[in-house]
């Protein structure tokens, strides 16, 4: 009787935790700092610029995986957008990049100002 008690009890334990809906996977979005920002200075209208954005982490848990954008005529301001993500991770430090594609659909000189705490890191594209 005990037996099938404790086997009744296993059993419920494991489908709750088995759960498919994990409400601790809520993800909470900062902004990122950078190290640095490098990429092609020219582009063509409508074909994709990639920029590679460095940044710094502090752990395995560090992730950045996107990015905010907001414009004003032919300036460009972009934040890095990451998150501490939640488990076992390492323990190491460094610096990671993440590609930032910047698309127009007007020539011009366009300046991409990325958010780096108080400050911008600039970098310039001339398209035709």
Request: charged share 15%; net charge positive.
């Amino acid at each position: 009787m005990i037996t099938r008690i404790i086997i009744i009890g296993l059993t419920i334990v494991g489908f709750i935790g088995c759960s498919k809906e994990n409400k601790d996977n809520n993800i909470i979005y900062s902004a990122w700092p950078i190290a640095k920002v490098e990429g092609a200075t020219t582009g063509t209208i409508n074909q994709p610029i990639p920029i590679t954005v460095s940044w710094p982490y502090s752990s395995g848990c560090d992730l950045v995986d996107k990015f905010a954008e907001s414009n004003a005529g032919n300036t460009v301001t972009i934040t890095t957008l990451g998150y501490k993500s939640k488990g076992i991770c390492t323990m190491d430090t460094g610096i990671k990049t993440i590609i930032y594609n910047f698309t127009t659909k007007k020539s011009g000189v366009y300046e991409l100002k990325f958010v780096n705490h108080d400050s911008f890191i600039t970098h310039v594209v001339i398209i035709n």
